[in-house]
Nanobody, 125 residues
Framework: QVQLVESGGGLVQAGGPLRLSCAVS????????MAWFRQAPGKEREFVAA????????TYADSVKGRFTISRDNAKNTVYLQMNSLKPEDTAVYYC??????????????????WGQGTQVTVSS
């Protein structure tokens, strides 16, 4: 069974940086496409960023392009989300997700097999 655990969330001032991490327990992490989603109170969960098996291909939501960077370290079974120039509208619970045995990047919730519990990010004005 694949398990995902997020960490690194917290309270940050607008304009500041924050890095999220997601540790993955699967035996074949290098064969998983990985993604980050987020959900603010009263809103639907939305796509943020995704990365292919070996990290050679990435895609981002328009709202975070130029500010967020997704990366992975397959030797450590970990995926990261570096967030810079944070805005109050970035406030949400952030979730990591895995798509097993596929290198195809998708941006929908239904495209992912496993999910973490989430980590809260709060950006103050």
């Amino acid at each position: 069974q694949v398990q995902l655990v997020e960490s690194g969330g917290g309270l940050v001032q607008a304009g500041g940086p924050l890095r999220l991490s997601c540790a993955v327990s699967g035996r074949t992490f290098s064969s998983y496409s990985m993604a980050w989603f987020r959900q603010a109170p009263g809103k639907e969960r939305e796509f943020v960023a995704a990365i292919s098996w070996r990290g050679g291909t990435t895609t981002y939501a328009d709202s975070v392009k130029g500010r967020f960077t997704i990366s992975r370290d397959n030797a450590k079974n970990t995926v990261y989300l570096q967030m810079n120039s944070l805005k109050p509208e970035d406030t949400a619970v952030y979730y990591c997700a895995a798509r097993t045995y596929s290198s195809v990047i998708v941006t929908t919730i239904s495209g992912y097999n496993y999910w973490g519990q989430g980590t809260q990010v709060t950006v103050s004005s």
